[in-house]
């Protein structure tokens, strides 16, 4: 168990509504990531982070934003959410001894 | 061309045979190599790491990575239904893991 935790678990929403998800850790990790998963195209990178204050674009970062204001809590933003948002979204740290990704359990995110 | 690139599924073998999983990839700076096995509905679970030229064994599981054809692989012996699941590939050069599609493996009782 890595300590991860998200919220929510399970969020449906309408289209140009704004969305919040959280991740939030118990064991001080330095780099956390977002990735969405959608059926035929595995899981793919949203945004990471390397530390408070410090974050970057991943291969999908189009109409998301992310914040990390503490080393524990990372939190990924929709500003206007769209269909093609709909998704499973996972939150997940690295262990830098050795680059390891341990995932959280995930959000499952509908927009209508 | 996509980073991480995994045989296509399904794949169903036998209870108590040897299942194969293969993966290429492209960036030939790749220093490390990961497997995940995902249930349904539920998140990726690290099952293997490999970071150098071989084979690595736990368990059931055996890992065997070459990096001049750049290419992993996973073997699961004497496959259990509980071994159905989809087993995601992952590849990195420095702090960001790409993925393969995963290939779903079924194992029939």
């Known amino acids: 168990d890595a300590g991860i935790t998200q919220s929510p678990r399970h969020k449906v929403t309408e289209t140009g509504t704004p969305v919040t998800l959280r991740c939030h850790q118990t064991e001080n990790h330095r780099y956390m990531y977002w990735y969405r998963q959608d059926p035929g195209h595995g899981l793919r990178l949203i945004h990471y982070?390397?530390?408070?204050?410090?974050?970057d674009k991943g291969e999908v970062s189009d109409g998301y934003s992310v914040s990390r204001s503490k080393t524990e809590d990372f939190l990924l933003t929709l500003e206007s959410a769209t269909s093609s948002q709909t998704s499973v979204y996972f939150c997940a740290i690295r262990r830098d001894e050795t680059g390891e990704l341990f995932f959280g359990e995930g959000s499952r995110l509908t927009v209508l | 061309q996509k980073e991480v690139e995994q045989n296509s599924g399904p794949l169903s073998v036998p209870e108590g045979a040897i299942a194969s999983l293969n993966c290429t990839y492209s960036d030939r700076g790749s220093q490390s190599f990961f497997w995940y096995r995902q249930y349904s509905g539920k998140s990726p679970e690290l099952i293997m790491s490999?970071?150098?030229?071989g084979d690595k064994e736990d368990g059931r599981f055996t890992a065997q990575l070459n990096k001049a054809s750049q290419y992993v692989s996973l073997l699961i012996r004497d496959s259990q239904p509980s071994d159905s699941a989809t087993y995601l590939c992952?590849?990195?050069?420095?702090?960001?893991?790409?993925f393969g599609a995963g290939t779903t493996v079924t194992v029939r009782a």
């Open positions: 992952a590849v990195s050069n420095d702090y960001k893991l790409s």
């Open positions: 490999i970071y150098s030229n």
């Open positions: 982070s390397y530390g408070v204050k410090d974050t």
